[in-house]
């Protein structure tokens, strides 16, 4: 049995001043200013995969479209959930009347309800087996954000286990140049973990294409609550991150589920800039500009660093330099030299003469052995 679940831990309500100035940290850390100059994430759709988006609060009204119950277990319209909710804001928030804004502030969010974590009366849908279901609920939330326009992905989400529908699924949307984000989970003081040195992988972000993200704190320091595994692609700030409620208001946020909301903003904006881009090199965009790198180049902890969006801005426009194809005529990979023409097959001139001169050679010699022999005889 399974069941996704999310990962936000709420620490306290709003300190008195302005939320600004409570996440400027956060937007300084992930270099989100200087990006703005190029692009705010317009013309991009985000699908948040998580519990129902509050589309009337301030920050997001306007820009949110609901899709349907992803786990089929319910018709009626699933009421709005405070981590969804937190988590568009994350990604999108406009900073209306001095409100939260977030990485991509004009993107539109699509809405993809499949957790209630936050409202015990309508629960988790008991999990089920691919052998039971031709697909998981996750599963039916990603092809539907692939065919309705969406151009990245948030999972906020998490489960042990991979299944089959799932991986399909990811295969399907990556193949629609959809870019997938996910939290790596918060399994990183666990007993496992200590014992072992590493984490228990989460699904989503375990699987192959899914840009896994860690939490780091206000010094760039992976959070200790975060995940440590071959998942995590990158960090972001993930411990005392301002974040929307329902309704209206604030409050502080800890986990690995803001620290992938604010990945997917970044990944709007340079989706926003790069529509073409794949989610290959999206991936590798902020992997190879990632700031605060390990010494070994990379880590389970915090992967490749922290994600700096001006600089991966810059990484995705060399990349699509260098996005080539094979064109009938004189272009080759690597623009180098042509090789050699190969030579006509048959046999050698050249061999042939000096084939042929040895032949001679050798009957003149043998002729005239003969002529010797016959006088000797005489």
Not at 54 to 78: H, I, N
């Amino acid at each position: 049995m399974r069941a996704l679940t999310a990962a936000l831990l709420v620490l306290a309500g709003p300190a008195a001043e302005p939320v600004r100035e409570q996440q400027q940290w956060v937007l300084d850390a992930l270099n989100v200013e200087q990006a703005w100059s190029v692009t705010k994430g317009e013309g991009v759709t985000v699908a948040v995969i998580d519990s129902s988006v509050d589309g009337q609060v301030k920050e997001l009204k306007g820009r949110v479209s609901a899709g349907p119950d992803m786990t089929g277990a319910v018709t009626r319209q699933m009421p709005p959930g405070r981590h969804g909710t937190a988590m568009a804001g994350l990604i999108a928030g406009s900073g209306e009347d001095d409100g939260l804004v977030g990485v991509a502030p004009k993107a539109n969010i699509l809405s993809l309800p499949m957790v209630t974590d936050d409202d015990p009366e309508v629960g988790v849908p008991p999990a089920q087996d691919d052998e039971q279901v031709s697909e998981s609920p996750l599963a039916r939330a990603l092809r539907y954000a692939a065919n309705h326009g969406a151009k990245v992905v948030s999972m906020s989400i998490g489960s042990y286990g991979p299944l089959r529908s799932e991986r399909e699924a990811v295969s399907y949307a990556l193949g629609k140049g959809v870019v997938l984000v996910a939290a790596v989970g918060n399994d990183g003081m666990t007993n496992y973990a200590k014992q072992n040195g590493t984490s228990y992988w989460s699904f989503p972000a375990g699987y192959p294409g899914v840009i896994g993200v860690a939490a780091t704190d206000k010094q760039g320091k992976r959070a200790t609550f975060s995940s440590d595994n071959l998942s995590v692609l990158v960090a972001a700030p993930g411990v005392g991150v301002p974040v929307v409620k329902r309704k209206s208001g604030y409050e502080l946020s800890e986990g690995t589920s803001s620290a992938a909301a604010l990945v997917a903003g970044v990944a709007a904006l340079i989706k926003s800039r790069y529509p073409d881009l794949p989610p290959e090199q999206v991936a590798q965009a902020l992997a190879s500009s990632a700031r605060g790198r390990p010494a070994a180049g990379y880590d389970d902890q915090t992967g490749y660093g922290v994600v700096d969006a001006a600089a991966a801005l810059n990484a995705a426009e060399r990349l699509t330099g260098e996005q080539r194809s094979v064109v009938p005529g004189k272009e080759h990979f690597g623009q180098g030299e042509d090789s050699p023409v190969p030579t006509r097959p048959g046999p050698d001139p050249l061999r042939l003469w000096l084939y042929g001169g040895g032949v001679l050679v050798a009957l003149v010699m043998f002729c005239g052995a003969i002529i010797v022999l016959n006088q000797r005889k005489e």
